[in-house]
Structure formats: structure tokens, C-alpha cells
């Protein structure tokens, strides 16, 4: 019974958005109607992209071989703690505590801080913040030898360094 009452609310909200849609049009015209989505749209993508970027790609991430990695440490370590400004934190609906969603996707949106604050081992997650998270744009490639990122520059010093132990060897 509770499926079937989830799937009529499905249709009845995809009913009213359409409607919502056709009536916007109507009254606005459909060049506006997508002006104004596809604005909105690519606002909200470019954020969504930022977010998962920044939370996966820092310094010192997380990443194992399929025989050698562990869910927990994947979690923990392979995501971070987004510290954002409460206003931000609220807008994106607490994603900042990626780690503890990681860990455990069932938890609602609403409870992932408090989930982070009473756990002291999600603790430990790397913590970023909006002026570090810049920092992370120069991260490009994962370097398996030292197991962290690496921006190109650092890429380039890795190879000149090896050829150059190859010609002395």
C-alpha cells in the first residue's frame, strides 16, 4: 500500500510541475521560460560539480586498488568535511558533511551535523573550508606513488626528476 501511495504522489507532483510549467509559459512565453531555467540550471550544475570536486579532490584523498580498499577509510578519508558558512551549510542542504553521508547514506540531510558532532571518529575528516577549497583547484592527477594529488607542475617535476635518473643510471 505505501508504494502505491508513493507512486501517486510522484505522478501528482510531476503533474503539478508540468502544470506549473505550461503556465508559466503561457503567461511568460517559452523563450523566457528557458532563459530563466536554463540560467538557473546552469547556476545550480556549476555549484553541484563545485561541490562534488571539492569534496573528493584535496591533497591527501583517499584512493585504493579494488583489492585494497576499505569502505570505512573510503568514506572518511575519500571524502571531506566541508566547512561552509551556516547560511551556505543550510542552502546546500548540509552536504559539507560528505564523509558522514559517505558513511552512511541513510541519514537525512537534517541530521548529518549532529551525526558528525556526536561521532568523535568522523572527526578526523579532512576539513576544508571556502579559502581552502581554492587550493584545490591546482589538484589535476593522482599521483599512486606518493598517494595524494598533484597539480601539473608537479607532474612535470616528477618526470624531469626520473629522466634525469635514468640518463645518471
Same mark, same amino acid.
Given at each position: #500500500?505505501q508504494k502505491?501511495k508513493?507512486?501517486f504522489n510522484?505522478? $501528482?507532483?510531476n503533474i503539478?510541475?508540468v502544470? $506549473?510549467?505550461?503556465? !508559466?509559459?503561457f503567461f #511568460?512565453?517559452?523563450q523566457a521560460f528557458? !532563459? ?5 540550471l546552469f547556476?545550480?550544475? *556549476?555549484?553541484g560539480?563545485?561541490?562534488f570536486?571539492?569534496?573528493h579532490?584535496?591533497?591527501? +584523498?583517499? %584512493?585504493? =586498488?579494488d583489492t585494497e580498499?576499505?569502505y570505512?577509510?573510503?568514506?572518511? @578519508?575519500g *571524502? *571531506?568535511?566541508?566547512k561552509?558558512?551556516k547560511?551556505?551549510?543550510?542552502a546546500?542542504?548540509?552536504?559539507? %558533511? =560528505? &564523509?558522514?553521508? &559517505?558513511l +552512511?547514506?541513510?541519514?537525512?540531510n537534517?541530521? !548529518?551535523?549532529?551525526? =558528525?558532532? @556526536?561521532?568523535?571518529?568522523l ?5 576544508i573550508t571556502?579559502?581552502?577549497s $581554492?587550493?584545490s $583547484?591546482?589538484y589535476?592527477l593522482?599521483? @599512486?606513488?606518493?598517494?595524494? %594529488?598533484?597539480s %601539473?607542475?608537479?607532474v612535470n ?5 626520473? +629522466?634525469?635518473g635514468s640518463?645518471?643510471a
Open positions: #500500500m502505491k508513493e507512486r510522484t505522478i $501528482l507532483t503539478v510541475i502544470g $506549473l510549467c505550461a503556465a !508559466l509559459i #511568460m512565453g517559452w528557458l !532563459l530563466v531555467q536554463g540560467v538557473t547556476i545550480a550544475g *556549476s555549484l560539480i563545485w561541490l570536486y571539492i569534496q579532490t584535496y591533497e591527501d +584523498s583517499y %584512493f585504493e =586498488h580498499w576499505d570505512v577509510k573510503a568514506a572518511v @578519508e *571524502s *571531506s568535511y566541508y561552509l558558512p547560511i551556505l551549510q543550510w546546500t542542504g548540509n552536504i559539507g %558533511f =560528505h &564523509h558522514v553521508h &559517505h +552512511s547514506p541513510r541519514v537525512p537534517y541530521n !548529518l551535523e549532529k551525526a =558528525h558532532n @556526536e561521532t568523535p571518529p572527526h578526523t575528516a579532512t576539513t571556502l579559502r581552502t $581554492l587550493e $583547484l591546482r589535476k593522482y599521483d @599512486e606513488e606518493q598517494g595524494k %594529488f598533484v %601539473f607542475k608537479e617535476e616528477i618526470i624531469k626528476r626520473k +629522466s634525469r640518463i645518471a
